[in-house]
């Protein structure tokens, strides 16, 4: 007896479209999996530049009110405001720019503590920025510089430890005994000053605006450096102890 086998009804080309058909699926899967692994980058992209743009903002209004608020402490531009005072404290600066390049906030200083000393104003003057090496030294130069000016030699003290406006403010406090100097610097600078030495504890403290740089980018510069500056004023007062 012959036994005929039965034809099976998938051919060859059925076969070949079964695993085609399959692959198309998996391709649309992956496809979709695809957009929607690209959406979801999208917004978390979107999320972080949002937190972004919101610190931002924050810090640049924390910027802005801070500016503000050292704008409205007022800072003697007449030398006949100025107390009679035991202390005058100079801050220091560069005195030159770059090389053979003078400093005109250096110039300003020196020749308004030099002013309020021949005034009378001060009897003393406390000379005080950064000797971190020996290849600069600012509280020489200005000694050298006040001396030039009439200031006797003897009546000026050096702070080689000046290397921000905090630490000269609180060294003329607690290492020299000046609780009520006259500060000099030019006026943005003066505010701050004041700003760290009333919340530092010291008492009538006064200061005198020295003459400014009438050059638009310097103060242009001096601008964005001081409104952090003083953001920075503020942190180093709260971390006081």
């Given at each position: 007896?012959i036994?005929q086998?039965?034809?099976?009804?998938l051919t060859?080309?059925?076969?070949?479209?079964?695993p085609?058909f399959?692959?198309?699926?998996?391709?649309?899967?992956?496809?979709l999996?695809?957009?929607?692994?690209k959406l979801?980058?999208?917004?978390?992209?979107?999320?972080a530049?949002?937190?972004?743009?919101?610190?931002?903002?924050?810090?640049a209004?924390?910027?802005?009110?801070?500016y503000?608020?050292?704008?409205?402490?007022?800072?003697?531009?007449?030398?006949?405001?100025?107390r009679?005072?035991e202390?005058?404290l100079?801050?220091?600066?560069?005195?030159?720019?770059?090389?053979?390049?003078?400093n005109l906030?250096y110039?300003?200083?020196i020749?308004?503590?030099?002013?309020?000393?021949?005034?009378?104003?001060?009897?003393?003057?406390?000379?005080?920025?950064?000797?971190?090496t020996?290849y600069?030294?600012e509280?020489k130069?200005?000694?050298d510089?006040?001396?030039?000016?009439?200031?006797n030699?003897s009546?000026?003290?050096?702070?080689?430890?000046?290397?921000?406006?905090y630490d000269?403010?609180?060294?003329?406090?607690?290492?020299?005994?000046?609780?009520?100097?006259?500060?000099?610097s030019q006026a943005?600078h003066?505010?701050r000053?004041?700003?760290?030495?009333r919340?530092l504890g010291?008492k009538?403290?006064?200061?005198f605006?020295?003459?400014?740089s009438?050059?638009l980018?310097?103060?242009?510069r001096?601008l964005?450096?001081?409104?952090?500056?003083?953001?920075?004023?503020?942190?180093?007062?709260?971390?006081?102890?």
């Amino acid at each position: 007896m012959i036994i005929q086998k039965k034809s099976s009804s998938l051919t060859p080309i059925t076969l070949g479209v079964i695993p085609c058909f399959a692959c198309k699926i998996c391709a649309k899967n992956l496809l979709l999996r695809c957009r929607f692994m690209k959406l979801g980058a999208f917004r978390v992209l979107k999320i972080a530049c949002a937190l972004l743009l919101a610190v931002f903002a924050a810090v640049a209004a924390l910027v802005a009110l801070t500016y503000v608020y050292f704008e409205a402490i007022p800072v003697s531009r007449e030398i006949g405001d100025i107390r009679p005072a035991e202390y005058g404290l100079v801050l220091g600066t560069s005195k030159y720019f770059s090389k053979n390049v003078p400093n005109l906030y250096y110039q300003g200083r020196i020749a308004a503590a030099a002013e309020l000393y021949k005034a009378g104003k001060i009897r003393k003057i406390i000379a005080s920025g950064d000797y971190s090496t020996r290849y600069y030294n600012e509280p020489k130069n200005m000694r050298d510089d006040l001396v030039k000016s009439g200031v006797n030699a003897s009546d000026i003290i050096l702070d080689n430890a000046g290397l921000r406006t905090y630490d000269s403010v609180r060294r003329c406090r607690d290492i020299f005994g000046a609780e009520s100097p006259v500060v000099v610097s030019q006026a943005f600078h003066c505010r701050r000053a004041l700003f760290l030495a009333r919340n530092l504890g010291m008492k009538d403290v006064q200061a005198f605006a020295a003459k400014d740089s009438a050059n638009l980018p310097t103060r242009m510069r001096n601008l964005g450096r001081e409104s952090l500056a003083r953001v920075k004023a503020v942190l180093d007062i709260l971390q006081t102890d």
